[in-house]
Structure formats: C-alpha cells, structure tokens
C-alpha cells in the first residue's frame, strides 16, 4: 500500500487487563519504532477495553485505537479477522506484529490473505534493515536447527512473534500517548464458524509458561508415575512441570504440558530436565531459560552440550537426592 507508515500491533485486553502476550508485542514493536522513527500503534479488540489502552501507553505504545464491537467479548476468529482487516486498512501501517499463541495461529494467516500479503510466520526476532527500512525477522526452520532470516516484499508487512521471546518493557506511568475510540461494524451473521462451548484450562498451580522455575520429564522417565516426583521437586522449588513431546505423545502428561517447537516457549530462569535428550525441537521451546540443569544417565546426550550444570544419572537416584537437599535447604 501506497504511503504506508507506523507500526501496528494487535492486542486484547481479557478482563480488562493488557494481555502478557501484547505487552511483548510493544516492546518488539517499539525497538522497530525507534530504528525507523516512526509511530507505534495498539489496536487492543474487545467489546470494552477498559483501563488496557493506558497499561498499553505506559508499555510503549505512542497511538491506541480501541477497537470496539460486542462480538468481540469473546475470541472468534471470523469476527476478530474483519475488525483487525478494518483497522489495517483504515490505519495503512508499514509493519503489523501479531503473537503467535493460539489466536494469532489462526488469525495472522488469514489477515495477511484478506490484506493480499506476505506472513512471517513463528518469528523469534524482528528488526529493521539499516540499508532499505524493511522489516527482517527471524524464524526457525528445520525443526529448529537453524534460524532464516525472512523479508516481506509488500506492505504492510505482517510478522508473528513467538510469546516469550520478548521481555515487555518496564511500565512507564509518565509516558503519554492518544487513545483513540474505534468501533467496527461486525455483522455477527458474516461468521462461518460458530462457538459451541468455550472450556477454561483448568490452571492448577502456577502456569508452564509464567513459572520462574520449571522441571520436564522425558521419554527416559519410562512411565506416567515419575512424574509425581517432578511435581513434588517443582513445588518445593515453586515452580511448574513440563515435559517432552515424548511423554506427551505416550499419553503420560497432558499436550498443555509439552515444551518445544509444537509445544509451549518457556523462559524460566532455572529449567530442570529429567531424562530428555535434549533433540532440537525440544531446545526451541527452552533455550531462552536462563540457567539449564540437566538430569541424564547418557554422558553423551544433546542436552549435556544446552545445560549450564549437568548431572550423569540414573533420574531415580538423583531425583530423590535432589528433593532431600532442596527440604534441607528450604526448611
Ligand atoms: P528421547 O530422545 O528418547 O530421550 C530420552 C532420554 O532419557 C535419553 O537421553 C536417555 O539417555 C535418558 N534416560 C533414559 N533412562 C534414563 C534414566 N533412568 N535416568 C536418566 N536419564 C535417562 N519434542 C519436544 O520435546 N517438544 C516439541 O515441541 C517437539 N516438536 C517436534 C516437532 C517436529 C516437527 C518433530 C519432527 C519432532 C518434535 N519433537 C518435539 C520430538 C523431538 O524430536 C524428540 O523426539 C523428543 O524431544 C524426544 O523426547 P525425549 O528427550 O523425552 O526422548
């Protein structure tokens, strides 16, 4: 599109409350805003968005639109894609961010295919390229073991950011921005797909991807029961349990439990891994944890050459071991 300029993000506002997800967004969104000196835009979508437009200011954004209509109560792809082709079209941005966590699956590729554009796709990194001003993002590909370096041809150009792979930006109450009121029209009966039930995830403890410690279990744990164990470690240390796509697909855990590249992307600050090798798309889910402890009795395991500290061992020596040491030093 002709004089296309800014950078747009989407984002929602559940409850009221600026989405984790969004707050990222903006701190991508606001490095691509600074490089090229343009403006950085939030369309937060909801039926009310409530006190989310100045969290959204105090975390970068310079612009909100509040795109408003009471079909967006509720995440629906078909009504969510045409308000945020409406916005697109109507603010005419260079770039737009979308996260890539389950609703920006389905929405960034039908957005880019309404707005007759490219997608990147599950980006770990965007930036400005200092020669033309285009947008380069960073993806993964072959499974994960090397890292392409993606430019879109047309405008706006369009990238999905993998959650967890910025750090929002510390909330800065004195900035200042425009909150500009923008209600779309959405005739509920345009919708090709209709939402039967909507079921919560029954979060017991603290979630997989907000814990600041996490322990994962692996195809060498042998068995669904081990992982009592990882659940008894993960809360003396307060944190949650993960596990391989091995384990899941044997049905030991459930599939909200799996880290990797079809799994959940973690950035904990200790991540624990009991029996995993360590395969690389199991590493594209956790390699941004800060320190890595690795459990395996294979001295040559993939993981030995991730971890920060390694342990060669039979998980069931050095479980129980661990878990006596951690009660000595926590009582
Ligand atoms: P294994 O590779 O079998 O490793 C088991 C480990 O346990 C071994 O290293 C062994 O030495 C150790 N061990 C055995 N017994 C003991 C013991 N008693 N004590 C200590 N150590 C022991 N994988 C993911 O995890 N997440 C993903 O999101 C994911 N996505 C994928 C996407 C694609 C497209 C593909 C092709 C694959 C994907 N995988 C993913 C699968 C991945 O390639 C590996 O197969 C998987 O991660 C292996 O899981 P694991 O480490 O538990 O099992």
């Known amino acids: 599109m002709a004089d296309a300029t800014g950078i ?34 939030i369309a937060l979508l ?28 509720e995440y629906h792809p078909d009504h969510y894609v045409t308000a945020m082709q409406t916005v697109a079209n109507e603010s005419n941005p260079g770039i737009i961010l979308i996260a890539r966590n389950n609703e920006g699956r389905e929405l960034a590729p039908r957005l880019a295919f309404r707005l007759g554009v490219g997608l990147a796709q599950d980006c770990l990194e965007v930036s400005v390229d200092a020669s033309t001003g285009r947008l380069l993002a960073n993806r993964p590909v072959y499974g994960g073991s090397a890292v392409a370096v993606v430019s879109c041809t047309q405008t706006p150009q369009i990238a999905a950011l993998r959650p967890k792979t910025y750090e929002p930006l510390d909330a800065d109450a004195a900035r200042t921005g425009n909150v500009i009121a923008f209600p779309v029209d959405i005739d509920p009966s345009d919708a090709k797909t209709r939402v039967v039930d909507v079921v919560k995830e029954q979060a ?44 899941v697909d044997s049905g030991w855990v459930p599939a909200n439990q799996q880290v990797g590249l079809t799994g959940k992307t973690i950035t904990p600050d200790l991540y624990i891994t009991v029996a995993i090798s360590g395969a690389s798309q199991h590493m594209a889910g956790c390699s941004g944890s800060k320190a890595i402890v690795a459990i395996n009795r294979d001295a040559d395991a993939n993981i030995f050459k991730e971890a920060r500290y390694g342990v060669v061992g039979d998980w069931e020596k050095v479980i129980p071991a661990l878990m006596e040491t951690v009660r000595e030093l926590t009582q």
Do not use: M, Y
């Open 204 to 247: 017991v403890g603290i979630k997989l991807e907000d814990a600041r410690i996490v322990v994962s279990g692996g195809r060498g744990l042998g068995g669904p029961e081990p992982f009592s164990q990882l659940e008894e470690l993960a809360n003396l240390l307060g944190g949650a349990v993960g596990a391989s796509r091995a384990a």
């Open 46 to 73: 909801g039926a009310d968005v409530a006190d989310a437009p100045q969290q959204a200011i105090a975390h970068g954004a310079d612009k909100v639109l509040a795109v408003t209509n009471p079909t967006l109560a």
């Open 8 to 41: 747009l993000v989407f984002g929602d506002a559940p409850e009221g409350q600026l989405a984790s997800t969004a707050q990222e967004l903006l701190s991508a969104g606001r490095s691509l805003a600074d490089s090229l000196g343009q403006e950085l835009t």
